[in-house]
C-alpha cells in the first residue's frame, strides 16, 4: 500500500513540476522543491523534535548531491521533452543502483537481474529513440538517462547510510537522509 501511494505522489509531484515549467524553468521548479522539503525538516526538528543526528557524513553528502544534481536534471528534462519520456529515463535509477551497489556496497546482484536490467535498457533506448524516428539519443534523452545515473548513485549512498554498523552503532534516519538531500539539493 505504501508503495502504491509513493508512486502515485511522484506521478503528482512529476506531473505539478510539467505544469509549473510551462511559465517557471525547471532548475527553479526543482529549487523550490528542495526549499519545501528544507522548511518542512525544520519544522518536524522545531515543533515535533525529530532527531538530526548524521554519523555518516560521506554517504550523507553523497546522497544530497547526487540526488540534489538528479532532481534538477529531472525537472529540467520534463520542461524539455515531457513527464512521459523524462519519467521512464529517470526510472532506470535502479539499473544504476544496483551497479554501484555492487560496486561500493559489495552487494552481488543475482544472475537474472542482468538479463531483466539488459531488457530494460533495450526497451527504454527503443521507446527514446523511436519516438523521434531516429536511432541516437537527442541532448535531453542524454540529460534524462544523467539524471537516472545520479539517482541510482544517491539511492545507493540512501542504502549505505540506512545500513547497520558493524560495530552496533545505529545508521542514519529518514529525516537525517532527508534533510541532506534537501540541503545539499539546495546547493
Not at 27 to 35: D, G, T
Not at 84 to 93: Q, V
Not at 131 to 140: D, I
Amino acid at each position: 500500500m505504501h508503495a502504491l501511494a509513493s508512486a502515485c505522489l511522484f506521478a503528482v509531484m512529476a506531473m505539478v513540476a510539467r505544469l509549473l515549467s510551462r511559465t517557471i524553468p525547471g532548475p527553479q521548479v526543482a529549487l523550490v522543491r528542495f526549499a519545501t522539503g528544507a522548511i518542512v525538516t525544520a519544522l518536524a526538528f522545531a515543533l515535533f523534535r525529530v532527531e538530526l543526528r548524521p554519523r555518516r557524513w560521506g554517504w550523507l553528502v553523497s546522497r544530497g548531491l547526487f540526488g540534489g544534481a538528479a532532481v534538477l536534471l529531472y525537472f529540467s528534462c520534463i520542461e524539455k521533452i515531457g513527464v512521459g519520456i523524462a519519467t521512464l529515463l529517470n526510472y532506470t535509477a535502479p539499473v544504476w543502483s544496483l551497479m554501484f551497489a555492487w560496486f561500493f556496497l559489495r552487494e552481488r546482484p543475482r544472475r537474472h537481474a542482468f538479463v531483466a536490467l539488459t531488457l530494460t535498457l533495450v526497451g527504454v533506448a527503443l521507446v527514446t529513440s523511436g519516438r523521434a524516428h531516429r536511432w541516437h539519443l537527442g541532448t535531453w534523452e542524454i540529460v534524462g538517462v544523467l539524471s537516472a545515473v545520479l539517482s541510482g548513485m544517491a539511492i545507493t549512498s540512501i542504502r549505505a547510510t540506512r545500513m547497520q554498523n558493524s560495530d552496533g552503532t545505529p545508521s542514519e534516519n529518514s529525516w537525517t537522509v532527508f534533510a541532506s538531500f534537501t540541503t545539499f539539493g539546495l546547493c
